[in-house]
């Protein structure tokens, strides 16, 4: 079986030209393919199968006995935003000056060298999401990039602009209640979302007349975000755990219009078939916390079956730093522990989460034409014996397991950009 044929042209860059040969291949979006080959070519997948013809001179690597699936995608966290080991010095995750930061992003404060990133190589991630915090009711732009291979930042971006995060509840709450202005209750965080986007329909509207009439029109970084959001082009990432502030999210979303995804979602199971009924996305996380507050009092991991029964696509999230990323795998496999179907579970770590945000064309699948993100595993990767043996982005090999030695190896800037 192939799902594609490939070209044998001499052309093909060697650096980003591989095939994984022999392995039980896990496409994810399609049925395993037992004793199959993925072929990269040129840092994009050409085919999987187990007829494939690999082009002469082709760098194979064997992975027989082994496991072979995408790489996984965390689609909420904060690695290079709130660095390892640095304390405040490395965190630069929330703008709290003001409720509504919507025009800052992420991109601009991601550090590619922050420890984070190896630890995702090491819990076969090759995708993030990452995006501001929750100290605001809205926090601004996250980026969505792969987690290593770049010279700088930009190199490693998928999107640079892929939604925008906002909070509810506790949070912006605590923040701004403790200094006594809005908003400091529930009541006020959603009056200022609800007047933000008030005002950038206003905007929109007053920026396309300006245009009709050749006018000049002086822009606003905050509202010209929002009007994406408002276009469709933006998702709103809205941070909320219980389940009346998913109500108000679902509320505010009806009312204009936009995109909703939940981030958290520590009580989606208690209106699961409303988010069902609306197909309004939850990335659930991250589990491996306590009940640190009263939004997390119902905190369970078995909640994620039960979400995910009730019919709404999910999503896992470590929310790193809050769970090491390399341990995005391990709560999935403890969902399955606690009923969640295992299709569902590896579908929450790649394909649901590469829909979710639009880059489904590009990750999240061992499918032809998506890039060449491909994760050989010792074995089934739900098992939490399996590690990552080798890790590749974009056809590159960025992280391997060295079995004699017992330890891994992340291919680091000086080997990779040395002429």
Not at 50 to 70: F, Y
Not at 123 to 146: H, L, R
Not at 341 to 363: H, I, K, M, W
Request: charged share 25%.
């Amino acid at each position: 079986m192939t799902t594609s044929t490939s070209s044998s042209s001499p052309a093909h860059r060697p650096d980003r030209t591989v095939a994984i040969t022999g392995g039980y291949v896990v496409p994810v979006s399609g049925p395993p393919v037992e004793g199959g080959t993925v072929l990269v070519l040129d840092g994009r997948i050409a085919a999987v199968g187990t007829d494939v013809e690999v082009p002469e001179g082709t760098r194979v690597i064997d992975a027989t006995g082994r496991w072979v699936l995408p790489g996984f995608i965390d689609g909420h966290a904060h690695v290079g935003l709130h660095e390892e080991g640095e304390g405040a010095a490395g965190n630069d995750t929330n703008e709290m000056v003001t409720p509504n930061t919507a025009g800052v992003r992420a991109v601009d404060a991601v550090n590619i060298e922050d420890e984070g990133f190896r630890d995702a190589l090491v819990g076969g991630i090759t995708a993030v999401v990452v995006k501001p915090g929750s100290g605001n009711p809205i926090g601004g732009q996250s980026v969505a990039m792969k987690t290593w291979g770049g010279r700088t930042v930009d190199e490693q971006v998928i999107s640079g602009s892929v939604s925008v995060k906002s909070a509810l509840g506790e949070n912006p709450k605590r923040v701004y209640g403790e200094r006594k202005q809005l908003p400091s209750t529930r009541l006020g965080t959603a009056l200022v979302i609800r007047e933000a986007f008030t005002q950038a329909r206003h905007y929109a509207a007053a920026r396309a007349a300006a245009a009709t009439k050749g006018e000049p029109f002086k822009p606003d970084l905050a509202l010209e975000t929002l009007a994406r959001v408002l276009d469709g082009e933006l998702v709103w990432d809205q941070h909320t755990h219980r389940h009346d502030d998913i109500a108000t999210a679902l509320r505010l979303a009806d009312e204009f219009g936009y995109r909703l995804v939940v981030n958290h979602g520590t009580e989606a199971h208690k209106i699961a078939d409303v988010l069902a009924e609306r197909d309004v996305p939850v990335i659930f996380g991250p589990m491996f916390t306590s009940r640190s507050k009263v939004e997390l009092r119902d905190r369970a991991i078995e909640n994620l079956a039960a979400i995910a029964a009730a019919g709404v696509r999910v999503a896992i999230t470590t929310d790193h730093p809050v769970v090491p990323i390399n341990f995005l795998v391990h709560q999935a496999t403890l969902a399955v522990k606690e009923g969640l179907p295992r299709q569902t579970a590896l579908e929450a770590l790649t394909t649901n989460p590469a829909s979710f945000f639009g880059l489904d064309g590009r990750v999240g699948a061992l499918e032809p034409g998506r890039d060449g993100d491909v994760v050989v595993w010792s074995g089934d990767p739900l098992d939490v014996h399996a590690r990552a043996e080798h890790v590749l982005i974009d056809g590159r090999t960025v992280y391997t397991w060295d079995e004699a030695a017992h330890r891994g190896r992340v291919v680091e800037r000086a080997e990779r950009f040395t002429r």
